[in-house]
Every structure is written in C-alpha cells, then in structure tokens.
C-alpha cells in the first residue's frame, strides 16, 4: 500500500523559510516523478513544482521560481521543498503527489489529475 505522508508546514513570518518534507512509502522512490502542489482557500489546486525520476529536471511555477528550490533524498525516501522569503500569498495547504507509471518526466503545467498518490496536505500560514 502507498503511503504519502507531508510534514514541517507550519506558520512563519513574511520573509522567514520553511521547508515542508514528504515521505513516500510503497513504491520505488527512485523511479517515479514527484511534485508539490498546494490549495489556498477558495483557489483550486495549483502545481508548485516538481522533479522527475532521475532526478535530474526540475520545474517551477514562474511566480515562485526565485524563492523555492526542491530537491529529493533518495536514502530516506523524501521530498523536499525549501521556500525561502516567504509571502502571504504562499499561505496555502501544499500537497505532495506521486505518479504511479514510473520513469516519467513531469512539468510544472501538469494539473492533479496527472498523479495518483497524495498525502494528506500540510499547512502554511505566512503572515506579514
């Protein structure tokens, strides 16, 4: 059974860093893309960014770009999305989504319904 499961959200200052984590368990870690996405209230789903398989291409949302960076630890299984000067309008549940096809390439204009596995969403509150 595939279990994906976010952590480290949490409420910061405009301009801190906080750096959700994500720890997938029940498949091959190594082979499949991953993305974050996150839901601000009233808004729909919106990728953030994501990584491929390999590891190796990234992508980012334009807006966020310059201040977020994610990365991948394979020994541990986990995602990570470090977001440094934060705004509040990156106050938002982030949610981290698996593919279930593996070796497959993702970018940021894929919408939800590209990915399978979900975790349950952490939360983000950035205040000025």
């Known amino acids: 059974q595939v279990q994906v499961t976010e952590s480290w959200g949490g409420s910061a200052q405009l301009g801190r860093s906080l750096t959700p984590s994500c720890t997938v368990y029940?498949?091959?870690?190594?082979?499949?893309?991953i993305a974050w996405f996150r839901q601000a209230s009233g808004k729909e789903r919106e990728g953030v960014s994501c990584?491929?398989?390999?590891?190796?291409?990234?992508f980012y949302k334009q807006s966020v770009k310059s201040r977020i960076t994610i990365s991948r630890d394979s020994a541990k299984n986990t995602l990570y999305l470090q977001m440094n000067n934060l705004l509040p309008s990156d106050t938002a549940t982030y949610y981290c989504?698996?593919?279930?096809?593996?070796?497959?390439?993702?970018?940021?204009?894929?919408?939800?319904?590209?990915?399978?596995?979900w975790g349950q969403g952490v939360q983000v509150d950035v205040s000025s």
């Open positions: 989504a698996a593919k279930n096809v593996p070796y497959t390439t993702c970018n940021h204009t894929e919408g939800p319904a590209s990915y399978h596995y």
């Open positions: 990584i491929n398989a390999v590891g190796d291409v990234r």
């Open positions: 029940g498949l091959t870690f190594d082979n499949r893309a």
